[in-house]
């Protein structure tokens, strides 16, 4: 079965052209959305980094003010160098700023975040290791997975399996990376980033490496696992239609040192088709960004 068909056999379309999730979906429940004011999941208040020594110091990040809320979906854009991957790794806690603080759930990090999914543009799955096995790898590392996973082996191994099934790679559990393509192994890394059904899920250009219509199939699983299990997510990504077919908010930064010149919220109704890619209102608000990027870099 290809994705598309699997894609649409996981969602039923009315004559309404209204989507509802099938039940037999069988994703955990989205959790309720968050009341208006409350308290952001992730918060970034007044946070600057600077890169070097006292004798070559260079600005990354100057007094950047950023909140996610819980189940956001949050796109950073912005021209080269502007800190996007900077931002990626104060949140995860893998630097520590040089001025202000970074928060989540209203504590201040001090270290790198336990309870956090990440994929990058480049397959990181372990060579040794086959589909399942670095799918289950995070319940081999975090609590409180780590302490049940060998009583509770065939539970963790159907949650696996049941997502492989999901993203079309059930029949590849058994598989090695290199005998996947780079759109599955990208597919495998998302199933490892979600499958412990983290809070928050950092995404690094996880797709830029991907031919179009592999990425665009790619949007369409993201956006469904998303709808389904309502993490916060923060996405990096160069594409202008990407991080508007995917986001509730676009933020856009200034090049360095990376400030916030642009907060502009996606006001689409989900779940978005690729159809809509090709509206006049989705093209006008990547036009908008587009235009932004451009004076940006000017």
């Not at 949050?74 to 021209?79: D, K, Q, R, S």
């Not at 202000?100 to 001090?110: P, T």
């Not at 908010?249 to 690729?274: A, Y």
Request: charged share 20%; net charge neutral; with cysteine.
């Amino acid at each position: 079965m290809s994705m598309s068909q699997r894609l649409a056999d996981l969602f039923a379309v009315d004559n309404k052209g209204r989507v509802e999730a099938l039940a037999a979906c069988a994703l955990p429940s989205s959790p309720p959305e968050p009341a208006l004011g409350s308290q952001p999941y992730v918060d970034l208040r007044n946070v600057s980094l600077v890169y070097g020594d006292e004798s070559n110091q260079m600005l990354a990040l100057d007094r950047l003010d950023l909140q996610v809320a819980q189940g956001e979906f949050v796109a950073v854009v912005g021209p080269s160098g502007c800190g996007k991957s900077t931002l990626m790794k104060l949140v995860t806690g893998l630097l520590q700023p040089d001025a202000g603080a970074v928060l989540i759930q209203g504590q201040k990090l001090s270290g790198a975040v336990q309870n956090v999914g990440m994929a990058f543009q480049n397959s990181t799955l372990l060579p040794w290791r086959t589909t399942l096995e670095n799918v289950l790898l995070p319940f081999e590392l975090v609590k409180p997975h780590r302490q049940r996973l060998r009583r509770h082996y065939q539970e963790y191994r159907d949650r696996a399996l049941h997502l492989l099934d999901v993203v079309g790679l059930k029949e590849f559990a058994d598989k090695y990376p290199w005998e996947l393509s780079g759109g599955m192994q990208q597919r495998a890394n998302v199933c490892r980033a979600l499958v412990h059904q983290p809070p928050l899920l950092m995404l690094d250009e996880p797709f830029g490496a991907l031919d179009a219509f592999t990425r665009e199939e790619l949007w369409l699983l993201t956006q469904q696992l998303w709808l389904k299990q309502r993490f916060s997510a923060i996405l990096v990504t160069h594409d202008l239609r990407e991080a508007v077919f995917l986001a509730d908010r676009v933020i856009v930064l200034s090049k360095r040192p990376g400030r916030i010149i642009l907060e502009r919220q996606v006001d689409l109704p989900r779940p978005r088709t690729l159809a809509h890619t090709y509206e006049p209102g989705f093209s006008a608000i990547v036009q908008e960004i587009r235009e932004k990027i451009l004076e940006a870099r000017a």
